[in-house]
């Protein structure tokens, strides 16, 4: 059989390998499931099993609630649905350091994304049963470990190093991780919040999801380039492992630099899920087609219809969709002017074009933070703003997300790469554990206040990015920083 790898070499150069389409269908469908618990998760502990009448029922619940409150003081039912959703997802992006760790080290990055996967199946029909949310979120939270990381580095494995097809390859991946999300709000949303019990069926179609995506990543399989551990039992000369080389170990530190810098990225744009997703619930105007009431040709149905809340999520998603073909054209372009920012200045754009995506909604969270100091009923937003913003954020993720995802498998020393892609999700950790403690200010402080802390802290990051690109390239290998042309 062909080495995927030489067949990857031997596709037409703006043709890709048939394992990144493995690679990408696995992954849409595990994002499926993931984004689909997450769309219902606020609404589901504020609405639903932290209800003082089922909350005693849920395994555990007195514990955290009570260990919370020990660390932060009383919290609401809101704060805390905020501070747990910040833990969990928080979580789910810092067990990737171990799962890339096991995988480098024993596991190999296959049998890694299997492992994950079962579990997180598991996790979801666990989902099911109130009483077993607690033990659930801990199961998605290992699953991820395993599968993240390791489904991510498999996509580089596909490239050899230089292949400049790499970089668009992430971003062919990446819209394979938003077709998922953008599917998922739809169903297992619209099945979680419509029929009852609430989540039941959301959670049930988000872990068929996930063995859907099982079942292709393992038929696909002679398709997938071979992994660290296949590559190590295929060798013939078993030679020691050398240490580190001083260059290895410059790019190592440039990436935790580049990690760190983007914690802020990650803390700003979760509160999609947490903050932004109240905002759209209680303060947005869902029926979509009321402005069309005095033209006479729309049911009353339809003009009465109200999108329900959880579909926002898959804004995000439907955008990074479409914008993808548009963002590479334009970099292609840049790149024929020569004009083409390099990975590290793409990613500190990212950051600034999500700070300023929250001046969008500052004239109408004026207006409500008015009302609502006035005691006076606050009229609904329009849906228009945060679709701007989440446009403009959107746009920011693009050049940020899968450049970084690309840059790390072009600069970790390859029996490391897991664990290096496990270090940038660690990022996310930190960011998202920061969502939900900051999401804790939401009801405490004007709704104006708290989108200009998000913006001040997005734009606070990316001007540190710019501030460090010169150093950050001098350790990277500046033809590594400006080669890329994703
Ligand atoms: N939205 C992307 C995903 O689901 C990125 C998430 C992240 O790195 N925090 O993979």
Known sequence: MDHPQAMADSVPPNKHPTGLYILFTTEMWERFAYYGMRALLVYYMIKCIFLPENASHVMGYELIKRSLEWVF???????????IYGLYTGFVYLAPIFGGTIADRWLGQRKAVVVGG????????????????????????????????NISTQVGNLYAPGDHRRDRAFSVFYVGINV?????????GTLGENVTPYGRWGFFSAGVGMILGLIIYLWGQRHLAPDNVMKRASATDAKPVAPLSPDDWKKIWALIVLCLLNIPFWTVY??????????????????????LQ??????????????????????????????TPV???????????????????????????????????????????????????PQKASLLPITLCTVIFTLGELYLSPVGLSLVTKLAPPRLVSMMMGMWFMSSFFGDYLC??????????????????????ACTSGLCMFALLKPLKRAIGHGHAETVDV
Not at 351 to 370: E, K, N, T, W, Y
Not at 436 to 457: Q, V
């Open 436 to 457: 939900g403690y900051i999401g804790a200010y939401w009801e405490k402080m004007s709704h104006a206040n708290f989108f200009l802390l998000l913006m001040t802290l």
């Open 294 to 323: 005095g033209y006479g040709f729309l049911p009353a149905a339809v003009l009465n219809w109200e999108m329900p809340a959880t579909w926002y999520q898959s804004f995000n998603a439907i955008m990074i969709v479409a914008f």
């Open 270 to 291: 979760e509160q999609q899920g947490n903050t932004i997703a109240l905002w759209v619930d209680g303060n947005c105007n869902r029926h979509i087609f009321s402005w």
């Open 327 to 377: 963002i590479l054209a334009f970099w292609r372009w840049q790149e024929k002017r020569k004009t083409e920012p390099s990975s590290l200045a793409k990613m500190a754009i990212g950051c600034i074009l999500l700070g300023i995506s929250f001046l969008v909604l500052l004239p109408q969270a004026h207006m409500i933070d008015a009302a609502e100091k006035a005691a006076i009923i």
């Open 118 to 149: 079962v579990i997180m199946a598991i996790a979801e029909f666990m989902l099911m049963k109130q009483s077993l949310f607690f033990p659930a979120l801990l199961m998605m939270i290992v699953g991820n470990g395993f599968f993240k990381p």
């Open 73 to 83: 003081g009383p919290l609401s039912t809101q704060a805390l649905s905020s501070q």
């Open 180 to 188: 998922g999300a953008t599917l998922s709000p739809f169903i297992a």
